[in-house]
């Protein structure tokens, strides 16, 4: 059996960057490493002001989006920082496939897929015999995404609150299996 290729997604909040963390810790106990990007809200005084990003690998982190900067692509209310997603997020992706057991993806969406680096990275990480575990924002709408959501031999699986306590397992034994 080739390397799997697992996909989370559901509505914001659902729980889909906590599954793969659980995912990344649960991987580390069984001896794997782990290799990509995590993405996390940023906050000040209570207020989602952003979003950042962070290489499991060597954990340099950047800033994905934020709110009140001019330059750069809007997506909502943040504006997106290509450079970051480039220098941490891409370079990130693109390690992992040489240097991990399993690239981790989080996650793709509207912010991610403004940078023709991270698209390419992710093309790439799907391309290689690297096991690949993922998030796609519910309604990012790119070429990328379709691709991914359309292929039958990718497991893409909603997230909600019925199975968010169960999928790091079930997904780490799969992974496991192969």
Do not use: W
């Not at 209310?77 to 989080?106: P, W």
């Not at 575990?133 to 359309?150: D, E, M, N, P, W």
């Amino acid at each position: 059996m080739g390397p799997q290729r697992i996909f989370l997604t559901g509505e914001p909040g659902c729980g889909k960057t906590t599954a793969i963390r659980r995912i990344c810790e649960s991987l580390r106990d069984h001896g794997k490493k782990p290799g990509g990007i995590i993405s996390s809200e940023i906050r000040h005084k209570g207020v989602r002001t952003g979003f950042s990003l962070e290489d499991l690998l060597t954990h340099e982190t950047g800033t994905l989006a934020q709110v009140g900067v001019e330059t750069g692509p809007r997506v909502g209310k943040y504006t997106v920082n290509l450079q970051d997603i480039e220098r941490v997020g891409a370079y990130a992706i693109k390690r992992a496939v040489e240097e991990a057991d399993v690239v981790i993806v989080d996650e793709i969406g509207p912010m991610e897929l403004q940078s023709k680096s991270f698209i390419l990275a992710v093309e790439k990480a799907l391309g290689s015999s690297k096991h690949l575990v993922g998030t796609i924002h519910k309604r990012a709408s790119h070429s990328l995404v379709t691709a991914i959501k359309s292929n039958p031999a990718h497991n893409v699986i909603e997230v909600t609150s019925e199975n968010r306590e169960r999928i790091p397992k079930s997904i780490v034994d799969e992974l496991s299996m192969n």
